[in-house]
């Protein structure tokens, strides 16, 4: 048992033999945590650490995409005209109506980082339900298994949650005003009217955008195992 636990706590700490070793280098990793060094660590102790580990890269990310421009200025995650509607863009840009729009997108960035603040209690909730099993499916899983982990666990409750604080954010900073102004000013143009959930399409952009940059901190905690910000993340990993 003591061996299964400690693989559970190496498994972030692992992450950079997997890209750079494969397996096997994983596997020397593991031999060596099975040392007097590492003994000194109860099970409670490990398993913690492990928690801990992504309740620190959650954190990571929604803070930093709740700050100014954690949206609006990443190109990757950036919140912009749904499909659907890139042909009334187009018209609304042709006519002098750019900054409407432009006004229209900045607003639903702002939104959504107004929304990305004081997600980590969700996680949290998640993190502390993982069990043996799941580390194990995460430890053995690819490169993106703990973010894919969290992401089975949390959408349903981030969803409910998330989309009553970006309706509240989308109204602070007037995107619904703006939005409502876009659509009035195309149908003017168009016999074919738009008709769109604002609510429903940031929510779900606020969601992706999150996600995918919890999937670069996973990347970044398996490249560089160092990266141990608290006493207990110094305690379990510092002990390999």
Not at 16 to 23: E, I, K, N
Not at 85 to 111: C, F, H, P, Q, Y
Not at 151 to 159: F, N, P, V
């Amino acid at each position: 048992m003591t061996k299964i636990i400690v693989v559970l706590a190496l498994f972030l700490s692992g992450f950079q033999a997997l890209s750079a070793q494969g397996v096997k280098g994983l596997f020397d990793k593991v031999n060596k945590a099975i040392t007097p060094a590492s003994g000194n660590l109860s099970n409670d102790d490990i398993i913690n650490g492990l928690k801990e580990a992504l309740r620190v890269g959650t954190d990571s990310s929604s803070k930093k995409l709740s700050k100014l421009d954690g949206f609006f200025g990443d190109a990757a995650i950036k919140i912009l005209m749904p499909e659907e509607a890139k042909k009334m863009e187009r018209t609304l840009r042709n006519v002098g109506m750019g900054s409407l729009v432009d006004k229209a997108i900045l607003s639903m960035n702002r939104a959504a980082e107004e929304a990305a603040n004081g997600v980590g209690g969700i996680f949290w909730n998640a993190i502390k339900q993982m069990s043996i099993k799941d580390g194990l499916q995460i430890l053995r899983g690819g490169d993106f298994a703990a973010t894919d982990y969290l992401k089975s666990m949390t959408t349903k409750e981030l969803t409910e949650k998330f989309r009553p604080v970006i309706e509240a954010a989308l109204i602070k900073v007037d995107a619904t005003k703006y939005w409502k102004d876009v659509f009035t000013a195309y149908n003017n143009f168009s016999s074919k009217p738009v008709n769109t959930d604002l609510n429903a399409y940031v929510t779900d952009k606020a969601l992706s955008g999150l996600f995918y940059n919890i999937s670069l901190e996973e990347q970044k905690i398996r490249k560089n195992p160092a990266a141990q910000v608290t006493e207990l993340l110094k305690k379990v990993f510092g002990a390999k």
